[in-house]
């Protein structure tokens, strides 16, 4: 079947008239065929002039379409400068002209936002995750950015979909070891920063403590703040507590893991033996050498959560120390 394109060209060609009403309407619904099929502009129109004489029209076309295209490629890669350019200004808290900025971007920043972070981050990685939530999103609810060596994710705290989609591609293109950290909503730029910096202390902490978690919350970890907030008392609690263990045969860590195991069974002593990969006749040997040792026992409620405070403090400041 003749391109309906081609044919019209020649006849407006030929007769020197102007295309009709009927054959407008042909040349629109060609085109709209066209990007049905995913058919790029410049295919579309060095098609339509394949067939014809004028050498010198196409090449005047194709170099009307180069600088256009030339133009929009500088136009996207300026714009995603200057986005990436306001993630980092906004993470780190400089507010030279913030909102002013932010609203080229979309952003309230009146309103609370969700920052995300992941590590595990491999070259090109972040162009892929972020134009994959720009398609789903839009471009002006969510950005993305690298900080500090973290791929980081600014979403609205309105948007949890967001953080889970972030979360999906992270996992499906990190490499192994990844590992994601979300801060709480906060609001305004200052907000931006905190729940940023929350995310990221979020990994941080997961780290210290061995967390088996792929995925780590902030507001799931608000009383490791509190504990460390007066480390000379945490540090006495941990020595006073734990330094008894030190002369134990073997050392203090496999009483340590055996502690870690049991309040993360809630107390279940075969549950603990499972994850420890040894027989619950052992741990039970293990509970009992601890209680001899430091005067603390995980049955006694009192004693159960001051054991559990000195632990967790014990793997937050690298216990035992030089």
């Known amino acids: 079947m ?10 407006c060609a030929r007769t020197g008239r102007l295309p009709g009403r009927e054959e407008l309407d042909e040349l629109r619904t060609a085109g709209a065929r066209a990007a049905e099929l995913g058919i790029s502009p410049r295919s579309l129109v ?3 002039l394949r067939d014809q004489a004028g050498s010198a029209l196409r090449r005047a076309v194709d170099a ?33 002209r913030l909102a ?18 992941a590590r595990g981050l491999r070259e090109g990685d972040e162009d892929r995750i972020e134009r994959d939530l720009i398609a789903r999103f839009g471009s002006h609810n969510v950005l993305v950015a690298v900080r500090d060596g ?8 309105v948007l949890p979909a967001a953080v889970g989609e972030f979360t999906h591609h992270v996992r499906a293109r990190f490499a192994e070891g990844w590992r994601v ?25 997961a780290d210290k403590l061995g967390l088996g978690i792929d995925v780590v919350k902030a507001a799931d970890l608000l009383v490791f703040p509190v504990l460390l907030r007066d480390r000379e008392a945490m540090e006495d609690l941990v020595t006073s507590v734990l330094s008894p263990l030190l002369r134990a045969r073997g050392g203090a860590e496999p009483l340590l893991e055996t502690l870690e195991a049991v309040f993360a069974a809630q107390g279940n002593q075969t549950a603990a033996a499972r994850r420890l990969g040894i027989s619950a006749r052992a741990v039970t040997y293990r509970l009992e050498r601890i209680r001899r040792t ?29």
């Open 181 to 205: 950290g979300v801060g709480r909503p906060q609001r305004g730029p200052a907000g931006v920063v905190s729940s940023f910096r929350e995310a990221a202390n979020a990994l941080e902490l």
């Open 64 to 96: 009307l379409l180069e600088g256009h295209e030339q133009a929009q490629l500088l136009a996207i890669r300026t714009e995603e400068a200057a986005r990436r350019e306001f993630v980092d200004d906004l993470l780190q808290g400089r507010a030279e």
């Open 2 to 11: 003749e391109d309906p394109v081609s044919r019209v060209l020649a006849e």
């Open 294 to 322: 430091t005067g603390f026992s995980p049955d006694d409620p009192t004693q159960r959560f001051t054991l559990e405070t000195a632990v967790l403090g014990a793997r937050l400041l690298g216990w035992p120390w030089e």
């Open 100 to 117: 002013e900025r932010a609203e080229h971007f979309g952003l309230r920043l009146a309103e609370s936002y969700v920052v995300a972070v």
């Open 150 to 157: 973290l791929l980081v994710c600014v979403a609205p705290a």
């Open 46 to 48: 060095e098609g339509a």
